[in-house]
């Protein structure tokens, strides 16, 4: 594989006190340069994540997760002064593509903060307690919305869109500014042929995508699962693309390359 750095896209961080140590040091064992880190459920879960900056930051970026009914763009600018690289978006109130939130994302598209939104059926724990919980409201399609309305901002859907697969990829064709993660249980249980039935155009089919990129350019790493299961993910990425037959440039880009462009990470190419 073509030298490079991978990105980890879509992390959560654990609730062990020295969780974040662990995650620096696997990452470094498996040549994960960042992880893009979403900060715990609950009230102190952004600030918690914010106090561990400082000290990380130079692996982990921190991605706040956004309160629906209390943020204003005041505080999509206060995440960001916080040492937040991006915004993580789940269960709304409203579908996600709903004006209400249109304020929200256009603080993040001025202020350059990528956002990551859970799709698709979410998993039911404890900890949302009373959260009324419409899955229907985090389909790919409200992301078709956003990118449009906003082409500026960085979007990563999360899990393909599980199981509004299709939605999510006909959006990614027409969309610039919109890419997916294949977290979740895709990788273990759909096959690469059914990946590659989805994400199937190229600069040279008949039709193609906004840029004439590879369906595959829209595609970034993720892990969502502990630390200790990083690898076992990266695996699967690895052994899908390997059975599609991706060349080593393409499966480059989805594990780093394309992830640092959302992220604005690129170093600008030395002339001469
Ligand atoms: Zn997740």
């Known amino acids: 594989m073509t030298e490079g750095m991978i990105i980890d896209c879509h992390h ?17 064992r498996l040549g ?19 106090a561990l900056l400082p000290k990380y930051g130079d692996v982990i970026l921190g991605f706040a997760i956004v309160r629906w009914s209390e943020d204003t763009p005041d505080d999509i600018a206060r995440y960001h002064d ?19 939130w249109f304020p929200l994302y256009e603080k993040a598209q001025e ?28 389909r790919p399609i409200y992301l078709d919305t956003i990118a449009r309305r906003f082409p500026q ?12 697969y299709e939605e999510a990829t006909m959006s990614a064709r027409w969309n610039p500014n919109l890419y997916f993660d294949l977290t979740g249980s895709t990788l273990k249980k759909k096959s690469p042929e059914f990946l590659g039935q989805l994400l199937w155009w190229t600069p040279f089919t008949r039709y193609r995508d906004a ?42 880009k989805v594990l780093g390359g394309t992830a640092a462009r959302v992220l604005g990470l690129e170093t600008e190419p030395t002339i001469g």
Not at 212 to 237: M, N, T
């Open 12 to 28: 959560h961080l654990g609730s062990e006190p020295d969780y974040a140590a662990k995650l620096v040091d696997e990452c470094a």
């Open 32 to 50: 994960i340069g960042k992880v893009c880190t979403i900060a715990p459920w609950g009230e102190e879960g952004n600030d918690r994540l914010a």
């Open 82 to 100: 916080q040492g937040f690289t991006g915004l993580k978006f789940i269960i709304p109130p409203a579908p996600y593509d709903d004006e209400l």
């Open 111 to 138: 202020l350059g903060m990528p956002c990551l939104f859970h799709l698709g059926i979410v998993s039911r724990s404890d900890e949302l307690g009373h959260t009324l919980v419409r899955n229907n409201y985090m």
């Open 153 to 164: 901002l960085q979007i990563i859907g999360a899990h393909l869109g599980n199981p509004w």
């Open 211 to 252: 840029e004439g990129r590879y369906a595959w350019e829209k595609i970034v790493f993720g892990s969502d699962v502990p630390y200790y299961e990083i690898h076992d993910v990266l695996h699967d990425y690895h052994r899908a693309m390997s059975a599609l037959g991706l060349s080593e440039e393409l499966k480059w």
